[in-house]
């Protein structure tokens, strides 16, 4: 997966061409990611987030993208996935459906992932909300698959997908160079496993797999 353009298909490559052009467009009036990494979106945005395909699990079918800023990884992953989605359905294999939800609190931010979504065809929900709000939480309900980049330290992270976990939820969080000070840290108020995947685009970067989440009880 080091080159993305080589590994997904023409339908896919169009929309992430499209997912590229509307980011230029839009990051001179939002601030979607930091300007330098503009030049290289495709390893530092797309790949960044394409990354997290291999450890979603075959059967999950409920996401949701915390802090989705301009898409990543969330919108990335529901692009990805799109195609297998559509094949699932036109075969009649669904046994559940699929859900795609992007929680993000900036509402700029918002009308731009429902654009790229728009244009590209591809299905999401998007909530212009904090994910503390418990209202949302009921909206979003139990889920298979929660994901962040750059959103909170990790036990704050932890803290707001856990109203999300189901019992076999996996939580998939994109870390820098302190991930393993980030999970010692939050031992100290939760119980989980905790999977260290090196990451593709940065030496000194982390994916984080959660399962099996849960507070620990307060002696």
């Given at each position: 997966?080091?080159?993305?353009?080589?590994?997904?298909?023409?339908?896919?490559?169009?929309?992430?061409?499209?997912?590229?052009?509307?980011?230029?467009?839009?990051?001179?009036?939002?601030?979607?990611?930091?300007?330098?990494?503009?030049?290289?979106?495709?390893?530092?945005?797309?790949?960044?987030?394409?990354?997290?395909?291999?450890?979603?699990?075959?059967?999950?079918?409920?996401f949701v993208d915390l802090g989705s800023g301009g898409g990543f990884p969330g919108l990335v992953?529901?692009?990805?996935?799109?195609?297998?989605?559509?094949?699932?359905?036109?075969?009649?294999?669904?046994?559940?459906?699929?859900?795609?939800?992007?929680?993000?609190?900036?509402?700029?931010?918002?009308?731009?992932?429902?654009?790229?979504?728009?244009?590209?065809?591809?299905?999401?929900?998007?909530?212009?909300?904090?994910?503390?709000?418990?209202?949302?939480?009921?909206?979003?309900?139990?889920?298979?698959?929660?994901?962040?980049?750059?959103?909170?330290?990790?036990?704050?992270?932890?803290?707001?997908?856990?109203?999300?976990?189901?019992?076999?939820?996996?939580?998939?969080?994109l870390k820098g160079q302190g991930a393993q000070a980030e999970v010692e840290a939050a031992r100290?108020?939760?119980?989980?496993?905790?999977?260290?995947?090196?990451?593709?685009?940065?030496?000194?970067?982390?994916?984080?797999?959660?399962?099996?989440l849960r507070r620990r009880q307060v002696a």
């Open positions: 997966m080091n080159d993305l353009k080589t590994q997904v298909s023409r339908e896919t490559l169009e929309r992430f061409n499209l997912y590229e052009s509307l980011l230029k467009v839009w990051q001179p009036r939002i601030n979607l990611v930091a300007n330098a990494t503009l030049p290289d979106v495709w390893d530092r945005h797309f790949l960044d987030s394409a990354q997290l395909l291999p450890l979603i699990p075959a059967e999950a079918r409920v992953l529901a692009i990805l996935l799109h195609e297998r989605r559509q094949n699932e359905g036109a075969a009649g294999g669904a046994e559940r459906p699929w859900r795609f939800v992007l929680v993000e609190s900036d509402v700029r931010k918002c009308a731009f992932l429902r654009e790229v979504a728009r244009q590209a065809g591809v299905a999401v929900e998007i909530l212009s909300t904090r994910i503390e709000n418990p209202e949302t939480q009921y909206k979003l309900g139990i889920v298979d698959v929660v994901t962040a980049r750059a959103l909170a330290p990790l036990d704050r992270l932890l803290g707001l997908a856990a109203p999300l976990f189901g019992e076999r939820a996996v939580g998939l969080f100290s108020q939760w119980a989980f496993e905790a999977l260290f995947v090196p990451s593709v685009t940065a030496v000194d970067a982390r994916i984080v797999a959660v399962r099996s």
